[in-house]
Structure formats: C-alpha cells, structure tokens
C-alpha cells in the first residue's frame, strides 16, 4: 500500500502487537468522551477469549500509522468478514447483488468494534496538525488492503459523523440508519425527568416500573469489584438464553465476561433483577467518559416490563444520578421512544471494488437516506415529552 514520506502503515493481526497506550493516545485521546468499546483492552479482550479470530469470521487485520520518529499516529480496527453476523449495519441486499451478477461479496473487509452497534471513533487519530491528512492516509489504506487480499469491499461503520462527512467527500459511500438515545437534560432524579414528560407517558411509566417488580423482585446494581464470578455465571446463563433465540449461536463465550470483569470492571455496570436470593434477570452497561452504553439483556424469567426496567428505567437512572450525557441502548428498538429515548442518526461508509455494483449503491443509498431522515422526522413527532404551545416537544 502507499506510504507517506513522513509516515508508515502496518497491517497487524493481533492486537496484541500494538501498544496499549499508543493506541488508546490514539482512540480516547479525550478522557471526557471515553469510548470503552475503541480502546485496546477492550479489543483484546474479544481476541483473548477468542470470540473474533480465524474460527469466528472475524480476523484481525488492524491498520497502524506510524510517524517516522516511530510515534503511532492512527489506528484502524479492522477485520477480514467471512460473513455478516454481528455488525447492525445489514448489507444482505448487497451480498445478493454481487451474487446475481457471479461475483463473490465474501470475504470482505470491516473496521468495526465487533458485535456492538455503538458510534465512536473508528479511523482514530492523535491529535494535531496531521491529523486530518493522517485520515485520508488510513482510509486510503484501508482501500488498497481490500484490493491487496482481493476483497469486495470495504465497510467502516458506526463511526462519527466528522469523518463520515469529510471521507463521503472523497468518494466513500455514505449510509445512515438510526438509534435510540437518551439525552440527560440537566435532570436532577427520575422524577425530574418524568416531570417533562406529557401526563400520559409519565403515568405509563410509573405503572411500567411498578408492575415490573410487582411479583417480589428486587434490583441490585453492581460496579466494579462488586461483580463477583457467580455474578458473571448468572449473567451468562441469561445472556446465551437471548443469544440462542436471537442469533443462533451467542457472539461472546463465557471467558470473555471474565476477562472483561478483570481489565475492565471499573466500566461495567451490571444491572440483576433477583427473585429472593435467586438472580433471574440482568443487563449489562458499559460506562463511558460522558455516557452510558446499554449492551446486553437476558433473562430465565418473564414478567411483564422487567426489560424495560432492568435496561432502559435503571440506565436513566445511572446517568442521571452519575451526571453523564446521555445513555445509548443499543440498535433498533421503537419501543424505546415511549420511555425517553430519542431518536439518532448512526453513520457508516462503504467502498466496493466492482465500479459498476459501487455505482448501483450508491444510487440506492441516497434514496435510503431520504427515507431514514424522513422516519427520524415522523418519530420525533411521537416523542414523550410535553408540547409548548405552538406543538413542539420539549427535550
């Protein structure tokens, strides 16, 4: 691939053969907007475990700019795709188009953080004068890395919308889709945040939290060193329960919420709901600089809107008490509209080897951006919060 006079790209197929502190001096140079899913322990983890890898469709192929003082200026986490399992962003309609037309769509390339929809950084950059040319210089590298292993394509998504506008500039294609977030308006408790909400809603959720716990459960919330073994083993359990149904196979193994409890339990908010002493339910956070990221939910019991409490009522709560920004659920999901969560533009980027699919794409992306921008805009209509007097919400 093209070099820079004053810089190198190396493709590494282990993370582990990268600095931990140069890449996230790269990743999460603001402490305020910590990214947990960017950084390298996180990445690790899932490599450790052995949840991405060769066997799982996913392998390493992560892209490191260097200066010539030997200072690593940018990352890329990117993977060889064998499939599309595990990237929220779904590309099903153009893997057929490759294969009307004989053309062979896997494998392919992602940078992604594997099995998590959330937005961050994803061609990340150490601050300074470089760095906007040092983001030309990757994502051209990522390009000519697909063309190098004789991919289809390449995929960049989740990522800020800064970059999806500067590199849509140069050529990428440009998808959008959206989420569900929850936005901390200086809210002083729950109660607060109810108290903007239209009478209606309010008492919808009031009954929700109610009902949820009706049957004698109770919630502990767990941080840190709080988070036991035995914890993680109930967690498990309901979480491959959801996997089974939702998936198939769980994307996680039972090694990689270890390994996460150990180099990162300081991040992870765990949420279980128990029945007497027996932990029936769960879902767990990741705490970032100024959010809160909702991952996984999983149960062995069902009672009426205890997923509602268990993820979405005890997050506001957490980013409410704890002064964070907002609180991002994860992909999908209208329902949480009625509980606060408001609609957000998600972004990816995309680049095929074959001009004349890349073209067809293209055309078929700007049509789809209409649509989602048109959706977010019926959505917001629906929103939960009191109307001023000329209709619009207040949030």
């Given amino acids: 691939m093209d070099q820079s006079p004053t810089a190198k790209i190396v493709v590494h197929p282990s993370i582990a053969e990268i600095s931990p502190d140069q890449w996230d001096a790269c990743a999460n140079p603001d402490t305020h907007r910590y990214n947990p899913f960017v950084s390298h322990a996180f990445l690790k983890v899932l490599e450790d475990?052995?949840?991405?890898?060769?066997?799982?469709?996913?392998?390493?192929?992560?892209?490191v700019l260097t200066s010539v003082d030997g200072r690593i200026d940018g990352v890329m986490?990117?993977?060889i795709k064998t499939h599309s399992r595990g990237e929220y962003v779904f590309d099903h309609a153009f893997a057929d188009a490759y294969h009307r037309v004989g053309g062979r769509?896997?494998?392919?390339?992602?940078?992604?953080?594997?099995?998590?929809p959330v937005p961050g950084p994803r061609i990340m950059l150490r601050p300074g004068p470089a760095a906007d040319a040092n983001e030309k210089l990757l994502a051209r590298a990522a390009t000519q890395l697909a063309e190098q292993l004789d991919l289809s394509s390449?995929?960049?998504?989740f990522l800020e919308e800064g970059p999806w506008q500067r590199l849509g500039a140069q050529g990428f294609?440009?998808?959008?889709?959206?989420?569900?977030?929850?936005?901390?308006?200086?809210?002083?408790?729950f109660d607060d945040f109810l108290g903007r909400l239209?009478?209606?809603?309010?008492?919808?959720?009031?009954?929700?939290?109610?009902?949820?716990?009706?049957?004698?459960?109770?919630?502990?919330r767990l941080t840190g060193s709080d988070i036991t073994e035995a914890h993680w083993d109930a967690f498990y359990e309901f979480y491959t329960d959801t996997g089974n149904r939702k998936w198939g196979t769980p994307y996680l193994n039972r090694q990689c919420f270890s390994l996460l409890g150990e180099r990162l339990g300081d991040q992870c908010f765990l949420v279980m709901a128990k029945r007497g002493t027996t932990y029936i339910a769960g879902a767990l956070n990741l705490i970032g600089g100024d959010c809160l990221f909702g991952r996984y939910w999983g149960a062995i019991e069902h009672h009426p809107f205890l997923h509602f409490e268990v993820c979405y009522y005890q997050a506001i709560d957490y980013a409410i008490e704890h002064g964070l920004a907002r609180v991002e659920a994860g992909a999908q999901g209208q329902h949480k509209l009625a509980r606060g969560y408001m609609p957000a533009t998600t972004y990816s980027l995309h680049w095929f080897a074959d001009p004349g699919l890349s073209a067809a794409v293209e055309q078929y992306l700007a049509s789809e951006r209409r649509h989602v921008e048109r959706v977010g805009e019926v959505l917001s209509e629906f929103a939960p919060f009191k109307k001023s007097a000329n209709g619009d919400n207040h949030y």
């Fill in 154 to 157: 390449l995929h960049i998504t």
């Fill in 105 to 116: 769509y896997y494998p392919k390339l992602q940078c992604a953080v594997p099995f998590t």
């Fill in 49 to 63: 475990a052995g949840c991405v890898g060769r066997a799982a469709g996913w392998i390493p192929q992560h892209l």
């Fill in 198 to 220: 239209s009478s209606r809603k309010r008492k919808a959720i009031r009954k929700e939290r109610a009902a949820a716990l009706a049957s004698g459960l109770s919630i502990e």
């Fill in 173 to 189: 294609l440009q998808r959008t889709d959206k989420q569900f977030h929850f936005a901390n308006e200086g809210y002083t408790s």
């Fill in 77 to 79: 986490p990117c993977y």
